[in-house]
């Protein structure tokens, strides 16, 4: 300092070196505070604005900064806050459409689970391994055995193999029915293939399958319908040995009737007696007739109303499994020419 005071041509006194120095000392200790205030207000107050928004992003959207510091610091934190305000509403927005969704889906759950109770066939979802993905209680009545273990076969639950339950084949040959169609592109209603089966418990079923796709439009699994078709298969079994015992009955009566109206033809001047004897013949045989037709009726008039051990199948699905059978069992080629898409057979 007294170099400089020398250099300027000031007087060289004790008492202006220390007013230069106080100023000079002045002058670094307002630096040092404006210094100080920058540091906070741009380096702390702004870390500090920025731990409070991630609290706000990651943990507490309701917190709110309190704002201090120069101007450009206070209207950093009042826009933070701002932004604060907006997010905190949207997540309030989503909570609610959240909500919303979960509700309408546990309704529609619950409406779907009214409606699978209710049907009286039994219905199974499963996807593309088999597994059982949901069922109702008509499957598990229709296929469940008695006295099963959790370990064993034949116990309809969640993530069980369908294979377990029903002939795998049958499956395999329903799945490969539908395929074929979708490869020719038969129309929607072509889309569902119905088939007979056996249950592992020794029920016969009568089942309709039909395949679901996910959202990209892959197949993912297939849909079974499921009725039981002992009773009718028993019936049907029933009325078959009924019309075998019936046929032979009506041709035995039918050969007598026959048998003495020929011979009262053949002999015009037979005795009064004998022809007497032919027309009993032909009034008991017809009398027995009648007796054992009212017999059948009466017996068998459940089994007669019976539906007959036949299946609606397409004439397409029947030549191609046809077809499919002669390559697998003698190992021949086979051509399929065009096919009559309106054809059903039972």
Known sequence: LKLWLDSRGAPQ?????????????????????????FIQAYFYQVRDLNSQARLILNANPAHRMEIDGPSAVRELGETINAFGDEFQSLLADRDAQVSQARADLEEERNLLAVLLSELTSGVLVCNRDGQILLYNRGARTLLDQPGHTEGAGGFVGLGRSVFGLLDRSAIAHALDRLHFRAERNAPEDDHVV?????????????ARMAEFDDDRGVTSGFILTLRDMTEGIEASSRRDLMLQNFTEGVRSSLGSIRAAIETIDSFPEMEPDRRHNFHQIIADEAQRLSAHLDTTMRTHARDLKAQWRLEA??????????????EHELDVPVTLDEM?????LN
């Open 194 to 206: 119905s088939f007979v089966t056996t249950v592992t418990n020794g029920r016969m079923v009568r």
């Open 313 to 326: 199948v397409h004439g397409s699905d029947l030549l191609w499994a046809i077809a499919r059978h002669i």
């Open 340 to 344: 009559d898409t309106a054809l059903w």
């Open 13 to 37: 006194t004790e008492l202006q070196a220390w007013w230069a120095f106080a100023v000079l000392l002045v002058i670094l200790l307002g630096i040092g505070f404006l210094l100080n205030r």
